[in-house]
């Protein structure tokens, strides 16, 4: 079912020097909220054993963060001339990264094997196997979005732990550190892609649209009805399941063929960048009949076929 937008870019937004450019969610809860959001999709979904283990992952990412040891991080000369040139300070293809992901990576393994399937058990002893080296380069893949010959199934579990990482850095530097990026489909903090984008309500963010790095957990202003991977304000649709709330919509773009959800907290103030796009698979399988790519991947749920490049 496609719904007509009934406000145009930009209307309802304040002057943009009042636009909280950045949210970054708090470190102590955007784990503990996402686990605890899965659990309840999770009530009578047919997706619920899934959707309950993602939750157990998204468990053993909070303890992973809350334990994460002190790193480099950049100095505040780095970070001030980052912002002076719209350059995003830590980079998914440049920051060193430090090898601290790795002790989170097992970690998590360590936490979610108990809850594992048989199948899953398999890909977990692999990634306890694999070594160092053969660990970097996976996630170097993984970053760059170079999912073909990937092993799939181990690539939420490294996903996961360098979601810690740079979730970690984001969360200690803290929303003034970073400035606007040149590239406004990309995050400003890691210039990774988005998950998915959501409208905020209460304080200064009220009916905002914002893009959720599918990274570092970074939120960053884009005006509403406009395409978020093209940006063209040209023949944007709106879709969502017929029988749902309506809090969660595919905003489709007819200029580019790509589509990304969009999430709308005054429908349900519950909703989660990653767990409301995981529990929403149909929408996903309705805009692959149709055509429509995704701009921007859900890590946990890797396609490699339905990504747009
Ligand atoms: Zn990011
Ligand atoms: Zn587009």
């Known amino acids: 079912m496609s719904t007509t937008p009934i406000i145009q870019p930009g209307q309802i937004e304040p002057p943009s020097g009042e636009i909280p450019f950045i949210y970054i969610p708090p470190r102590d809860n955007v784990f503990r909220d996402r686990a605890g959001r899965l659990r309840q999709l999770a009530e009578g979904h047919v997706m619920k054993d899934f959707l309950l283990f993602m939750a157990k992952l998204s468990d053993a990412q909070h303890a992973a963060l809350a334990t994460f040891p002190r790193i480099p991080l950049p100095t505040e000369a780095e970070m001030k001339l980052c912002r002076e040139h719209g350059m995003p300070p830590l980079s998914v293809q440049s920051w060193p990264r430090d090898i601290a992901w790795q002790a989170a990576l097992k970690k998590i393994v360590a936490d979610v094997m108990p809850a594992a399937t048989p199948d899953t058990r398999k890909i977990l002893l692999r990634l306890q196997e694999m070594d160092s080296i ?9 970053l760059a979005g170079e999912f073909d010959e990937m092993d799939l199934g181990a690539a939420p579990f490294v996903a996961a732990a360098l979601q810690i990482y740079w979730t970690h850095m984001a969360t200690t530097l803290g929303a003034q550190a970073f400035g606007a990026n040149d590239i406004s489909n990309l995050c400003p903090v890691c210039t990774s892609p988005p998950v998915s984008s959501i409208i905020r309500i209460g304080g200064a963010e009220n009916a905002l649209r914002y893009l959720c790095c599918s990274v570092c957990n970074t939120q960053w202003h884009m005006v509403r009805v406009k395409c978020t991977n093209c940006e063209s304000t040209k023949g944007i649709s ?5 029988s749902s709330s309506g809090a969660v919509k595919a905003e489709t773009c007819e200029e580019c063929g790509t589509y990304l ?4 907290m005054d429908k349900d103030p519950l909703v989660d960048p990653v767990a409301d796009d995981l529990a929403t698979l149909a ?3 309705m805009m692959d009949e149709s055509g429509k790519l995704r701009s921007g991947p859900n890590l946990f749920l890797i396609s490699t076929s339905a990504i747009a490049a």
């Open 134 to 142: 053969a660990l970097e380069s996976f996630a170097t893949a993984i």
């Open 283 to 285: 929408l996903d399988l």
């Open 261 to 264: 959800k969009i999430m709308y």
């Open 238 to 242: 709106y879709y969502m399941i017929e």
